[in-house]
Structures are given as C-alpha cells and as structure tokens.
C-alpha cells in the first residue's frame, strides 16, 4: 500500500470521527432542549464575555423580554399564575463608534434562541 492511499484512508477515518462527533453533539442539544421545555431541566445560567459578544440567558415571563430588563425575569417561576416562562438565550454587542469629541456607545442585541417552559 503507498503513501497516498494510507493518508486517503487516514482522512476518511478522520471524517467518520468528526462526524459521528458532531452527531453526538446535535443529538444531545435536542435532548437538552427537549427536557428545558417539558421543565425537567433547567437551562443553564449563561453570562459569558467572548470578544466583543456578550451572551446572556434568562428565564423570563416574556420571550421579548430584553436581557438587561430587570422587571420580566422568572427567579421561581414555579408560582406563576398563568404557568408561561420562557428559556431565552441573547448575544449583545457594544461597539463603539467615533464621533465629534469622541466616542459613542452603540450596544446591538440577538435572540438566539427562545425555549416556552412547561410548568408543571
């Protein structure tokens, strides 16, 4: 067997590895969001700076409740009357922009994803 084919068979291992890896990963990212919606799970609290990306998530009594509003977020939604939270997971972004005398703060947020919770 030469060269060629050995790498050939080595990068097609490979390929199988990464896929079946990446497999794993989407299959426990529905698992995941399948129990936070039934309420048998609850989504993590996210608050992780990345670069300029900011991601946030909430349990929330909105799905349009913005990250930074305190007045909508679901601390113990057990007690909520009308049984609706909400898992939300945001990315903001503040860049700044150059301005006479300067800079100005612009901040851009995302909603990347919004689970409705079951309370049970």
């Not at 060629?4 to 299959?27: N, P, V, Y």
Request: charged share 10%; with cysteine; proline share 7%.
């Amino acid at each position: 067997m030469n060269q060629t084919e050995q790498q050939a068979r080595e990068w097609r291992r490979g390929c199988g590895g990464f896929l079946a890896a990446c497999c794993l990963i989407i299959l426990l990212g529905l698992c995941a969001g399948t129990t936070i919606a039934a309420g048998q799970l609850i989504g993590p609290n996210i608050n992780v700076q990345l670069g300029p990306y900011h991601v946030l998530s909430r349990t929330t009594t909105s799905p349009d409740c913005h990250p930074l509003t305190m007045g909508c977020l679901a601390s113990n939604p057990k007690p909520m009357i009308d049984g609706s939270a909400y898992y939300t997971i945001w990315v903001l972004t503040l860049t700044e922009q150059p301005i006479a005398g300067g800079v100005q703060e612009h901040l851009t947020s995302r909603r990347i994803i919004t689970l409705p919770v079951s309370l049970k």
